[in-house]
């Protein structure tokens, strides 16, 4: 099984960037598809983007597109999500989980096993 840790959230005006971290231990991210979520106060979870374990495909929200990215690094086994132009509303807990296929993570995403336990992005002027 793998293990998930997020960091790199913070606190952002909006216009600016951040880039949220996931280290996987315990096994390779790339035996999984990656994904980011997101959680704000009194909404449901939401994807975000996600990630073929072979890295060639990726998938995104319709708020994620065009701001977003979503990479790997294999050598630090790690997922990153790189966020610019931030928006108040992208205000959430951010999680990364890990999955079998990228389609799981934005059709079945009560299904994955593997999340980590969030980290706090706010953006506010």
């Known amino acids: 099984q793998v293990q998930l840790v997020e960091s790199g959230g913070g606190l952002v005006q909006p216009g600016g960037s951040l880039r949220l971290s996931c280290a996987a231990s315990g096994r390779s991210f790339s035996d999984y598809a990656m994904g980011w979520f997101r959680q704000a106060p009194g909404k449901v979870r939401e994807f975000v983007a996600g990630?073929?374990?072979?890295?060639?495909?990726?998938s995104y929200s319709d708020s994620a597109k065009g701001r977003f990215a979503i990479s790997g690094d294999k050598a630090n086994n790690k997922v990153y999500l790189q966020m610019n132009n931030l928006k108040p509303e992208d205000t959430a807990v951010y999680y990364c989980a890990a999955g079998d296929y990228l389609r799981q993570l934005y059709v079945d995403a009560s299904s994955l096993r593997y999340w980590g336990q969030g980290t706090q992005v706010t953006v506010s002027s």
């Open positions: 990630i073929s374990p072979n890295g060639f495909s990726t």
